[in-house]
């Protein structure tokens, strides 16, 4: 079964960054689309940006020019870098992705948790 694990999540002042990683295993990796969501405090998950195997990748409007997504083949690992952190981006970040049979497979969570 796919494995998808979060890290990088943590405490930051607002204007500050963070670099999330997701490392995925039982997986064809380099073939994959993968995406980061976010589930805000009493809100409902929502798509941050994705990632396409040849690399192309999409952000949300919130989130253009702050984020970062990018992927390394060779770690089978995606990474979401986050620079001038609002409080808005508040929120536990997940990565997804489907498999060959179009299941999703998601991560456990990492808190990611902007001060004022």
């Known amino acids: 079964q796919v494995q998808l694990v979060e890290s990088g999540g943590g405490l930051v002042q607002a204007g500050g960054s963070l670099r999330l990683s997701c490392a995925a295993s039982?997986?064809?990796?380099?073939?994959?689309?993968i995406a980061w969501y976010r589930q805000p405090p009493g809100k409902q998950r929502e798509l941050v940006a994705s990632?396409?195997?040849?690399?192309?990748?999409n952000y949300d409007d919130s989130v253009k020019g702050r984020f970062t997504i990018s992927r390394d083949n060779a770690k089978n690992t995606v990474y979401l870098q986050m620079n001038s952190l609002k409080p808005d981006d508040t929120a536990v970040y997940y990565c997804?992705?489907?498999?060959?049979?179009?299941?999703?497979?998601w991560g456990q969570g990492t808190q990611v948790t902007v001060s004022s």
């Open positions: 997804k992705t489907k498999d060959w049979t179009a299941v999703d497979y």
């Open positions: 039982r997986i064809m990796f380099s073939i994959s689309a």
């Open positions: 990632i396409a195997p040849d690399g192309r990748s």
